[in-house]
């Protein structure tokens, strides 16, 4: 919408035209950062880096081109045939019944579908299919470019370590990914096995906002990002709803994913050293994974809109829940939440709530929750 409103010189707009153009003569749906210079200035009259970086952004901003200059792995060239690459993509996610599937890939094809887990020998098979994108994925820089691309989107994860592949019934690959969206049944190992922990934060929830609802896209896109930020080298323990991720070494990231939003916790594990608290831990990741969030706001939901929160203490000792007749129910989706954002105070979710400060005060010595003002307001309302 803001790049619509954009007031701009008519010179750029027969860029994605020639550009387009010049893309068919060298048989690639994109462009090297060479080219795109080039194109800038015969058609655009650009020599400044930072009027064609303007100009790529704004192509970007309308969905004309791809361009992510701020990643290493993909900032080398530049998409220009969008509609190539969105059928590229499709075609790896696209369920196909078993009459369409080559009976040699058959059981990867079951893995990718009741499992989310994507054999690379199944990738080059899909897209070897269709000759507009054979002919591009034969080189391996190229392959290597769709995959980080993909990356980018969070749409891939390429994770999965040796101790883990022996679940998947005996199909040996060079290349595992892992497909969030895709993720059906339980990734466990021995050697993934969450040891007992001496040290639990309490529970913090990003909640949605009133009009909004978390999908599992967004879900999985965000643990992917934690995976691929604290725990690269080590497989996570995933199941439908809840991801244990290793970070900083002695502790497990918890992210459990329910409708109204999303349960993060923190672990200390036995018997290894950290020279980080709890809080010191909480300080890093609670800001880490908002920001996540905001960059996922902006590729997929722009109006999507979260708050942090706890669990409120009515909803603990107060009347059964409405849905399941019980007192203190366990089920997330019957708790009542205090949100709290920065410039409000703290207020709970339930018509019949109250504002419990004694618990705001507890969780704010472990998380970085709520700003002092906020404690202060509290604590003269007592």
């Not at 979260?306 to 007192?327: G, M, Q, T, Y």
Request: aromatic content about 10%.
């Amino acid at each position: 919408q803001e790049a619509m409103q954009m007031l701009i010189p008519l010179s750029w707009l027969p860029f994605t035209l020639i550009a387009r153009q010049l893309a068919a003569e060298t048989g690639l749906p994109w462009l090297s950062n060479d080219e795109v210079r080039l194109v800038a200035e015969t058609a655009c009259g650009m020599t400044e880096p930072d009027e064609v970086n303007s100009l790529l952004q704004f192509h970007h901003a309308l969905g004309h081109v791809l361009h992510y200059p701020d990643n290493p792995k993909i900032n080398e060239c530049v998409i220009i045939n969008v509609e190539w690459l969105l059928r590229v993509v499709s075609q790896l996610f696209v369920p196909r019944p078993p009459e369409l599937q080559d009976k040699r890939f058959r059981r990867h094809y079951e893995l990718l579908q009741q499992s989310g887990i994507l054999v690379e020998d199944l990738v080059q098979h899909i897209w070897g299919q269709d000759p507009t994108i054979a002919k591009h994925t034969e080189d391996i820089g190229h392959c290597k470019f769709l995959y980080n691309l993909m990356e980018e989107f969070s749409l891939l994860y390429d994770t999965l370590a040796k101790e883990v592949r022996s679940f998947f019934d005996g199909i040996q690959a060079s290349r595992y990914f892992l497909v969030p969206a895709l993720v059906r049944m339980v990734l466990e190992s021995r050697h993934n096995e969450v040891p007992p922990s001496v040290d639990v934060s309490p529970d913090i929830f990003l909640c949605c906002g009133a009009q909004d609802l978390l999908t599992q896209t967004i879900y999985w896109r965000l643990v992917v990002r934690c995976m691929r930020e604290y725990s690269p080298s080590r497989d996570p323990v995933l199941q439908p709803t809840t991801a244990r991720i290793i970070c900083f070494k002695a502790f497990t990231l918890v992210l459990q994913f329910f409708p109204r939003g999303i349960k993060i916790s923190l672990q200390k594990e036995t018997g290894i050293v950290s020279f980080l608290s709890m809080q010191e831990v909480c300080a890093s990741v609670l800001p880490f994974i908002e920001r996540q969030l905001d960059e996922i706001k902006g590729i997929t939901l722009k109006h999507f809109q979260w708050s942090r929160a706890f669990r409120c203490r009515c909803s603990i000792n107060e009347d059964p829940c409405d849905k399941h007749s019980k007192v203190n129910c366990e089920s997330i989706g019957c708790y009542h939440f205090v949100l709290f954002d920065k410039d409000d105070v703290p207020r709970c979710t339930h018509p019949a709530g109250f504002q419990p400060w004694q618990d705001i005060s507890a969780i704010s010595q472990v998380w970085p929750c709520l700003p002092n003002l906020a404690l202060d307001q509290a604590s003269s309302s007592d």
